[in-house]
């Protein structure tokens, strides 16, 4: 009985002991700054700085274009269908839950009846966009190997995230037509680009690899 009940306590101290206590990282220039860690042992995540990685050239890998009412932002619109539990969506809707930000603009927008197309570019096509960032503030489209003058822009930096593409004149602050960049790591990153048109706005979205 005795053996019993000291392995039960040595079981309870190991448990105890497994558990872990939340922790925090204090680093204000951590992009994770006051969010706990519940596993212990909170680690500190920085931000790839675009002055440092974004320059040279991106290959566009997946582009996706939508509109959206100007009046409104994809999260409010979300918002209006993702009351309905899974099981309540697909019988309404007869189609799979959204479960990414791009499976709700593809959702929402035929709900709406406007347009979208996405673009998807395999590994070997011959057939490709590529983005040039250079560090004369530049930013060039080629197709294929091709620049493309029509789509060239300067660009300021407002803050970490968001350039603001600009062909002639550019007032600080109007974001009517900014672009939200991603680093994910030295060779990856999404864009975002969303453009007032009249009564509609156009969103744009590229997954981009160097």
Request: charged content about 25%.
């Amino acid at each position: 009985m005795i053996k019993k009940i000291s392995f039960c306590l040595l079981l309870i101290l190991s448990i105890s002991a497994c558990k872990k206590e939340a922790t925090v990282c204090m680093d204000e220039n951590a992009v994770n700054y006051a969010m706990e860690d519940q596993n212990g042992g909170a680690i500190c995540e920085y931000a790839v700085d675009i002055n440092e990685h974004l320059y040279g050239k991106w290959k566009v890998m997946y582009h996706l274009v939508y509109n959206l009412p100007s009046n409104t932002t994809l999260n409010n619109l979300i918002t209006e269908y993702s009351y309905l539990s899974y099981v309540e969506f697909e019988e309404e809707y007869e189609e799979d839950y959204p479960l990414s930000e791009i499976e709700w603009a593809k959702f929402i927008t035929s709900q709406l009846g406007l347009t979208y197309y996405e673009t998807v570019t395999q590994e070997e096509s011959p057939i490709f966009m590529e983005i040039e960032y250079n560090t004369e503030r530049k930013v060039h489209y080629y197709m294929s190997g091709t620049i493309d003058n029509n789509l060239t822009h300067n660009w300021i930096q407002n803050d970490y995230d968001h350039l603001a593409y600009y062909t002639g004149s550019y007032t600080n602050g109007d974001e009517s037509d900014l672009v939200e960049i991603q680093v994910l790591d030295q060779n990856n990153y999404h864009y975002k680009r969303v453009k007032q048109q009249g009564n509609t706005k156009l969103v744009e979205y590229r997954r981009c690899i160097k």
